[in-house]
């Protein structure tokens, strides 16, 4: 790919055009993808060092309380509500390895990364079900959504102190995260996402349509805070503009990026009434 970056950056538009219009569901006629009915989107593209492209995405759901608040409040009031939020996020984001999977180990002769490389599992194929939990567990351990601790984990620590760090507990990624059982709001009502392996990073896998699919990292985050959904903005927004201009333009051109009837499109279409948009759920504290 290296020796053909536009063959690189075709394939890369495909497989993200097909997997907004049918993973995430934009144009199914349900509209429902994996995530369930996806309201709008906001999404930037990255260049890596060698010239590979990924994708930064915001989603917006519809149904999503209008804020942190707003949600707590009715969990604390609706325990029917707070059941199903609870399943949806167990449905969606999963940090555990599927439990009949066991460790990779590349073949002799094999690169690390040969479950990357190969081509999706065909769903059609009579041995899907069979190998599909445990192709899903090679894709996580080859593709970076196992955190392995490297010099950046600790980069902001001094210097002087760097012989004292405990990796399990000074990763900057706070990884690992603390196991937890089942899903569940704890005393403050925070979320507290089940978690059997705590170095893996979310990824969309009980029905692990995403990283199959794509057969790449997919890290995926909820951000039913408004303060991690405002440093969300504020990273994505860097690499939409240029840092030299005016904070009041930098949210300006990224505002201007969001469409009517609630969906963002890929720095596309500009053009539009905004009037009516809901930041709600994302932009509220
Ligand atoms: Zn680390």
């Given amino acids: 790919m290296a020796e053909n970056p536009v063959a690189g950056a075709e394939f890369f538009h495909l497989m993200i055009t097909k997997f907004f219009d049918i993973i995430l569901g934009a144009k199914r006629a349900s509209k429902i993808g994996i995530l369930g009915n996806v309201k709008g989107w906001y999404a930037v593209v990255e260049a890596q060092v060698r010239g590979s492209l990924h994708l930064h995405l915001l989603i917006w759901i ?5 804020s942190p608040l707003d949600m707590k409040e009715r969990m604390n009031s609706d325990p029917d509500f707070k059941q199903k939020l609870t399943e949806w996020y167990d449905d969606i984001i999963c940090q555990s390895f599927p439990k009949t999977s066991v460790p990779y180990v590349a073949a002799e002769g094999t690169p690390k990364q040969l479950p990357v490389l190969s081509r999706p599992l065909d769903p059609n194929s009579t041995d899907y079900d069979e190998k599909r939990d445990q192709h899903h567990r090679d894709l996580c351990e080859s593709t970076g959504l196992v955190h392995e601790h490297n010099a950046t984990c600790f980069k902001h620590m001094p210097r002087r102190i760097h012989s004292l760090v405990d990796p399990e507990s000074d990763c900057r990624f706070e990884l ?3 196991l937890a059982a089942e899903t569940h709001f704890d005393d403050d009502r925070d979320l507290v996402i089940r978690c059997e392996t705590g170095h893996l ?12 699919c794509l057969g790449c990292n997919t890290d995926l985050k909820q951000t039913a805070s408004g303060s991690v959904a405002m440093t969300m903005v504020e990273y994505m927004a860097n690499y939409t503009i240029k840092l030299q201009l005016d904070t009041s333009v930098v949210f300006s051109a990224w505002f201007y990026d969001v469409i009517p009837e609630g969906h963002v499109e890929i720095l596309t279409q500009r053009d539009g009434d905004l009037e009516g948009f809901d930041f709600n759920g994302f932009m509220t504290d």
């Fill in 201 to 212: 990073n979310g990824h969309n896998p009980t029905n692990p349509t995403a990283t199959l």
């Fill in 62 to 66: 519809e149904g999503a309380p209008a």
């Fill in 176 to 178: 690992p995260r603390p």
